[in-house]
């Protein structure tokens, strides 16, 4: 595509140009370590900044040395990080230094401040109403800055989910980070995507745990990490592609409550209601609850998603050193799937996009209850312990038409998905966190270990497609007629599918940040993982005692190492190379014969730079890698709707991220990705996929977003999406055309009293553009279409 080559040349002159508009407003440190209240003192004659602070909340505390060239804020988050402070800026030189919460004495002297939304110095808070993030834990597991991190991170915040209405994960990762795709497998039913070519596998993680085959409903989500590149060193079971991370919301000691409804054409509306706040009048214990209900339609006929979403959580903090945090989800959906359009030669079929080729208003109906808890004590100021504990109780009742082949040029062949699986998943971790000064040298080190199990039961199933079982009926791709299926001879037809699966792992993992000179960063550690997977299934009579009876298992071990360096000549600009081995989750597809498909196995060598722009406020990343991952799980081209691995594949690209507010009023992102993955090794039933791209996975990709705030009450936003072709199989020649989508937002806030009602409309395909999103690989390996022009509006109460 010619857009392609306008906007690589673009990016050195967006570089020169941010560089150029960077903030000069530095300061040349050299404060010796000594009590914190002479250490602000230094600073503020060097600054000229006023610090506000009650004596108490500085009593018997101390601030490291703090040195080089940096601005007041990145000078104040050194000072302060830690001592358990909070500051804000409340002008351009004057700072509100407050204690935490624990500390009530303290705080009570402070009631007169007005503060704007702070972000707490050494925990994992980004400013949720800023666009780029300062901190991550997800790849250190240490809430270290971006800055000093040598891997790719970006954050999606959420007042970026906000601004853009994103009522998906999927939507606000395709978007808003650069070489991830929506991968639609099984009827978009599970959250599944791409990162630099590989699929994640149906899996995502919750706050550092993992999550099976599932969806996050955005009401719980404070912002999404994205961790490029192989993560298994600290996180095991993980594909070498990365991960993303939920990180949900959490309660606070200030009283908040919000009502929102959006509703939008197709039938889509859509209902949240958030409340958070103290339990007791001493602030240590407090409460949230987010709820959601969605009633979602489609511009295609039937297919749309009715959702029921709880959320309630405590948080306990007796003292500044111990923290627990309880939490409940409870989701109950039913929906009915877009299984897309088949395949004619190597294109879609040329038939309407919004064509629907199922048959009934009728799909699977999930039930899910999630319970978790973590806790963390600080021992002192240098070393603390954390712990997660995460368990996921979930069923779901199938129900759905599958396209299984082409009969001739107009007939498709359905076949019927029908039954019980219940999914059962425990997760749980442990890490010590220290900080030790040796010989000039700062280390953050950690250590700790994991433990996941979770289990799958399908009996008395029916998974047509291999049976021969035609109930599913036929359908004219062309002119299709509903309500034709006969449910009384779905349902009468033998069972023919039942499964039993099980997989444990358990992984011992260490890590050494070294900090040198306060501008060399190097982190190493590795992982040592033990691994056991095993399915035994039953395709003849659905018994699943005959399945238990085929139950083959694997151990796998592995120790996977991982390094990085990361040199920071200024404050503004670091340069980073790392080097990552991994051992990914068992492949969950089913092998054709009840043999269990091998782990992925990935290796990374990967550079970049990053640079930090407007006091912290605008922030990019550059990467360049080269990915290779063995076992890669393929279509088995003469079994439809099983599974094979292929040899090995190989991605290798480069990558840019631009994030967050050039001006108060100019907020913006830009993301460009140059991806080439291939199948570099072939495997038996892969069908000459040797040479040929992986599936769904564009050689180009870009983004554009960004708001301006015209007035306190008014912004508008405008942006899009430009997407390349992209493979549609792996052992065809079906290719899916490239597409631009453009999206246009704006806002009104009102304020009623003590109150806020935000007015919003989004306006998504603004030029009612035609394209296909993504393509499966079950059955006749559909293609799913993508939305036309649609539109989202929104009223939003807060208090």
């Known amino acids: 595509m010619r857009t392609f080559p306008k906007f690589i040349a673009s990016l050195p002159l967006a570089a020169c140009i941010s560089i150029a508009l960077a903030d000069d407003n530095k300061f040349d440190f050299n404060i010796p370590a000594q009590p914190l209240a002479s250490a602000l003192e230094q600073l503020n004659q060097q600054t000229g900044l006023q610090t506000f602070y009650a004596d108490e909340a500085l009593a018997n505390k101390s601030s490291p040395a703090i040195k080089g060239h940096l601005s007041k804020r990145e000078a104040l988050q050194k000072m302060l990080a830690q001592s358990g402070l909070v500051f804000d800026f409340t002008s351009d030189n004057t700072v509100a230094i407050k204690a935490t919460k ?245 294109r879609p079929a040329p038939v309407a996009l919004n064509t629907f080729l199922g048959d009934l208003n009728k799909g699977p109906v999930m039930n899910s209850i999630l319970t978790a808890f973590d806790w963390s004590y600080k021992f002192n100021d240098k070393w603390q312990v954390k712990n997660r504990f995460m368990h996921e109780d979930w069923d779901i009742n199938y129900f759905d038409l599958q396209p299984q082949y082409m009969i001739d040029s107009t007939m498709l062949q359905r076949f019927p998905i029908t039954g019980m699986a219940y999914h059962d998943t425990y997760g749980t971790n442990l890490d010590l966190i220290g900080h030790v000064d040796i010989l000039n040298t700062k280390h953050e080190v950690l250590v700790g270990g994991d433990f996941s199990r979770r289990t799958r039961k399908a009996d008395d199933n029916r998974f047509a497609c291999c049976s021969g079982n035609n109930t599913g009926g036929t359908v004219d791709i062309y002119n299709p007629t509903y309500n034709t299926a006969n449910l009384a001879a779905i349902y009468s037809s033998p069972y023919d599918y039942a499964t039993k699966e099980k997989e444990e792992w358990f992984g011992v993992y260490f890590q050494d940040h070294i900090t040198l000179f306060e501008k060399l960063h190097i982190l190493g550690g590795g992982r040592y993982d033990w691994a056991t997977f095993g399915r035994g299934s039953d395709f003849g009579k659905g018994d699943y005692d005959v399945a238990s009876a085929n139950y083959k298992s694997s151990d796998n071990q592995k120790f996977s190492p991982r390094v990085g360096v990361l040199y920071q000549p200024m404050s503004w600009l670091s340069l980073y190379g790392n080097y990552t081995e991994s051992l990914g989750s068992a492949n969950t597809g089913m092998v054709y014969g009840n043999q269990p498909i091998k782990p992925e196995i990935g290796e990374q060598f990967e550079a970049g730079f990053k640079t930090e722009f407007f006091d912290q406020r605008l922030s990019s990343t550059v990467s360049f890698y080269h990915l290779t991952k063995q076992n890669v799980q393929l279509p088995d081209s003469k079994h439809p709707g099983f599974s094979v691995t292929a040899g090995e594949a190989r991605s290798q690209g480069i990558e840019a991220d631009i994030k967050g507010r050039i001006t108060d009023e100019l907020n913006l992102i830009l993301t460009y990705a140059y991806t080439d993955a291939r199948v570099t090794q072939n495997g038996a039933n892969t069908n000459g996929a040797l040479g040929k791209r992986l599936i769904n996975v564009p050689e180009h990709q870009a983004s554009l977003w960004g708001t301006y705030q015209f007035t306190p009450e008014f912004k508008a936003g405008i942006g899009g999406i430009v997407v390349d072709s992209r493979a549609g199989q792996s052992w065809s020649t079906l290719e899916l055309p490239g597409y631009v989508r453009m999206d246009m937002m704006a806002a009104y806030v009102k304020p009623i009293g003590k109150t806020r009602l935000t007015t919003q409309v989004n306006l998504n395909n603004v030029l009612d553009k035609e394209y296909y999103s993504g393509a499966t690989t079950q059955g006749a390996s559909n293609t799913i279409t993508g939305n036309p022009l649609s539109v989202m509006g929104s009223l939003k109460l807060e208090y």
Do not use: C
């Open 102 to 346: 624990s500390e009530s004495s303290t705080t009570d002297n402070l009631d007169t401040i007005t503060l704007k939304p702070m972000t707490v110095v050494g925990k994992i808070e980004n400013d949720p109403t800023a666009y780029s993030a300062t901190n991550s834990s997800s790849a250190t597991k240490t809430n270290t800055p971006i800055m000093e991190t040598p891997v790719n991170i970006q954050v999606v915040s959420k007042a970026i989910m906000d601004d853009q209405q994103d009522v998906e994960v999927s939507d606000a990762l395709t978007k808003n980070v650069s070489g991830v795709q929506r991968n639609p497998e099984y009827g978009d039913l599970y959250e599944n995507f791409n990162i630099r070519g590989f699929s994640t596998n149906f899996s995502t993680y919750r706050n550092g745990l993992r999550r099976y085959t599932n969806y996050s409903d955005p009401s719980n989500i404070e912002e999404l990490e994205i961790i490029k590149g192989p993560a298994a060193v600290l996180y095991g079971q993980i594909q070498p592609g990365g991960m993303v991370n939920v990180v949900t919301k959490k309660a606070s000691n200030t009283p908040y409550y919000s009502l929102q409804q959006q509703f939008g054409n197709y039938d889509q509306y859509r209902t949240t209601a958030a409340a958070t706040g103290p339990i007791d009048e001493a602030k240590t214990l407090e409460y949230r609850l987010d709820a959601s209900y969605q009633d979602m339609g489609s511009f295609k006929k039937y297919v749309g998603d009715e959702r029921v979403f709880l959320a309630p959580k405590l948080s306990w903090t007796p003292n500044d050193r111990f923290e627990a945090n309880a939490e409940l989800e409870y989701k109950h959906e039913k929906r009915v799937n877009d299984n897309g359009i088949p395949t004619i030669g190597s």
